[in-house]
């Protein structure tokens, strides 16, 4: 049987509890010429090497003067010469070989050779870290975090690292953080202190800041050393969704001054594993809770879990205020409250897994009495009759257009008397096109910058493009205007759109306060949301969004910038370390989950939940075929973190062999002299020339 060939390299082979997935390094296909694998530190003196020469002349030219003599009766003497003449010319071949050896040898060691990457010195290298302390990292294996051993391996790459390198490390998991460079200490303190955050790993950005701070260190070679878990999420264009194809690096991204950056990188993947995480938690239908009113959350276990029923808690204000089971795939409903006015946060939790990041998700929201309402116009049938429910039920009082937070309007009734400061304004159009004109100029008095035209559309349409908490599926719009923005701007405002394309909801903010305008007289011979069941919620949605600062869908992701509200001075983190902030800048420092003071001084403007995003919960690793073609670079696969040094600073120089190089010459030299003397000497053989015997011809 022949040799077993080797597996392909997309066909790596893993093992199922083993912290490699590879039997030390592995060639990734390289998208370039491979370096060279030996270099000379004197390479002038391979001139010398012309001195092979000599032995090859002196055998070329070696001749032996023979004296011819006719002596018949010693005619056996030629039988014999001719048996070893044989003999002969192979001893003096092995002879001129041997010599050529010795004497290539002797210059190969003269120019100081050296083998590259194989654990010596190397050239001053531009080296960048990318550590991979995202979420996913903080996954248990084997009794310890994934962490520890990418943080085990970026410290072997800092040790094998000279002090002409410069290095730069790069945390993946923390998106708005500076390329850290320094010292050799510098950087092992800095590795040493880097912890798991909350955030998603974009080693995209993070590869594309190594080649710009590669291509700019000036020094003669450069090495990416990507340390991750390999999660392919982490591959895919930040605001991609989660399950997204991996997109790979354009010809613009990568270098054009004619070289390719080596990567070396370490497979710290985990393979498929189960993993159930806890996702979209929203609070109240999507409406924001009222003072002395309950409400309920909703929240939604995602993944794999080990059994049919999850248990899961509530704590809001530091107690537990209810518990349920649930499954994978089911949004369980908890029931909280009543609250007196003002900001309420906790969170839900499950019991922990081995990643355990995710099996906690925080909430903030804002509890406010019930908002005032007044309407203006001649308000359709079935709108009259909802608002009146609203009001028994305690989710809106009415008001004066003067004092009323809210205002229905009609036909642009009523707008120029809301004076209230902060109010906010809801917008119908009227069934009658001659009332457009007078609708518009209360608009620009108002100092919305929308004008209502005629519709372009003719027949039913449906609403597409709404992502808010009401189910708009069954409406159809029979008749509706046309919203024009007054720049293109506003159009980031529309909530809704038609199937036409037409903006259906949009919504936006004034100085005088927010406003929120409808394409459609909400009537029955404009639609026929009256008669389903969704205009009560509708109609809450829009009366009660407007006090809700904080939001009740989505928290925000960990690792994304918050616009501070107006009026802030610092930010306390879940840690309660306070950060001054300027409020016209974004707040980067949000890789850790939790809830997030807005602080004015010592008062409390608006808290914020931070949650881990669900693509780090995707436990997926991303396959060798996908992982070449997304590296910007010729690239090495590394599974043993034992062989990591090993496989760092390929391009550089290795240790120096002209000691073995010498050491083979002395051995050529002993076996030149063995063979020489085992036969007669060429110089005695030159001195003493025996007589060429001739046949006597009588």
């Known amino acids: ?139 248990i294996r084997g009794g310890a975090r994934v962490l520890d051993l990418l943080n085990a391996v970026a410290l072997r790459s800092i040790e094998r690292a000279s002090d002409e390198d410069r290095i730069w490390l790069i945390r993946a998991g923390e998106p708005g953080g500076p390329a850290i460079t320094g010292s050799r200490a510098d950087l092992r303190a800095a590795v040493s202190a880097t912890d798991v955050t909350d955030a998603r790993g974009d080693l995209r950005s993070a590869l594309e800041r190594a080649m710009l701070l590669a291509a700019g260190s000036r020094l003669p070679a450069a090495e990416i050393h990507l340390i991750s878990d390999l999660q392919a999420s982490a591959f895919e264009r930040s605001g991609s969704p989660a399950g997204g194809e991996a997109v790979p690096f354009e010809a613009g991204q990568i270098p054009a001054d004619g070289g390719l950056i080596p990567v070396v990188v370490f497979d710290g993947r985990s393979g498929d594993r189960e993993n159930a995480y806890l996702d979209s ?23 794999d879990a080990d059994s049919a029923d999850v248990p899961l808690r509530l704590v809001a204000a530091n107690r537990i205020r209810g518990a349920v089971s649930s499954g994978v795939g089911i949004s369980a409903l908890l029931p909280v409250g009543p609250f007196a006015a003002g900001y309420v946060d906790g969170y839900v939790e499950t019991d922990p897994d081995d990643l355990r990041a995710d099996d906690r998700r925080f909430f903030a929201f804002q509890v406010r009495s019930a908002p005032t309402l007044a309407t203006s116009g001649s308000i ?44 906010a304004m809801v917008v119908l159009p009227p069934n009658d096109p001659a009332l457009l004109p ?103 949605w829009m009366v009660s969004r407007w006090g809700d600062t904080q939001g009740t869908h ?27 902030v300027d409020a016209a800048q974004p707040f980067l420092a949000t890789a850790k989950a939790g809830l997030y003071a807005f602080l004015a001084g010592d008062s409390i403007i608006q808290m914020i939940a931070v949650n881990a995003p669900r693509e780090e919960s995707l436990l997926l690793p991303i396959e060798n075929s996908d992982l070449r073609s997304l590296l910007p670079g010729p690239a090495t696969l590394v ?60």
């Open 438 to 540: 007078g609708l518009n100029r209360a608009l620009g008095a108002a100092g919305i910058p929308w004008q209502y035209g005629p519709a372009s559309g003719i027949g039913e349409a449906s609403i597409t493009r709404w992502s808010g908490p009401v189910n708009l599926d069954d409406v159809r719009i029979r008749s509706h205007y046309t919203l024009i923005p007054g720049t293109e701007e506003l159009s980031r405002g529309v909530l809704a759109t038609l199937s036409s394309g037409e903006p259906w909801l949009a919504e936006g903010t004034t100085s005088r306060g927010g406003y929120l305008l409808v394409a459609s007289a909400l009537d029955e011979q404009s639609t026929n949301l009256p008669l389903t069941a969704a205009l009560l919620p509708l109609l809450e």
């Open 1 to 139: 049987m022949g040799p077993r060939p080797a597996p392909p390299w997309d066909r790596l082979r893993r093992g199922r509890d083993r912290d490699a997935t590879v039997e030390g390094p592995a060639l990734l296909p390289p998208k370039a010429g491979a370096s060279r694998l030996m270099g000379f530190l004197s390479p002038i003196f391979l001139l010398a090497g012309l001195a092979v020469a000599v032995p090859l002349i002196l055998h070329l030219f070696h001749r032996h003067d023979a004296k011819r003599m006719v002596f018949p009766a010693l005619q056996y003497l030629l039988r014999t010469e001719k048996e070893h003449a044989r003999t002969i010319r192979f001893r003096q071949l092995l002879l001129l070989l041997l010599r050529i050896t010795a004497v290539l040898l002797l210059v190969g060691a003269g120019a100081r050779p050296f083998v590259r990457g194989g654990g010596g010195v190397h050239d001053p290298t531009a080296t960048i870290l990318i550590l991979d302390n995202s979420m996913s990292s903080g996954l």
């Open 281 to 303: 938690l929203i609070i109240g239908g999507g409406l924001p809770p009222l003072v002395n009113q309950r409400t309920r959350l909703s929240i939604l276990l995602a993944g």
């Open 380 to 423: 359709p049938f079935f709108l009259s009759e909802a608002i009146p429910v609203l009001m028994d039920a305690g989710r809106i009082g009415p008001a004066a257009i003067r004092d009323a937070e809210i205002l229905i309007s009609v036909a642009g009734a009523g707008v120029t008397e809301a004076t209230r400061e902060g109010r």
């Open 639 to 698: 599974g043993d973190s034992a062989r990591w040094t090993r496989a760092v600073f390929s391009a550089g120089q290795g240790p120096e062999i002209w000691r073995w190089l010498l050491v083979a010459v002395a051995l050529v030299l002993v076996a030149e002299s063995l063979v020489a003397a085992s036969g007669p000497s060429p110089d005695r053989s030159t001195s003493e020339v025996p007589p060429v015997l001739q046949k006597t011809v009588d």
């Open 554 to 580: 989505e928290s925000v992701m960990a690792g994304t910038p918050i616009n501070p509200p107006p009026g802030t001075s610092s930010v306390r983190d879940p840690a309660g370390t306070l950060h001054p």
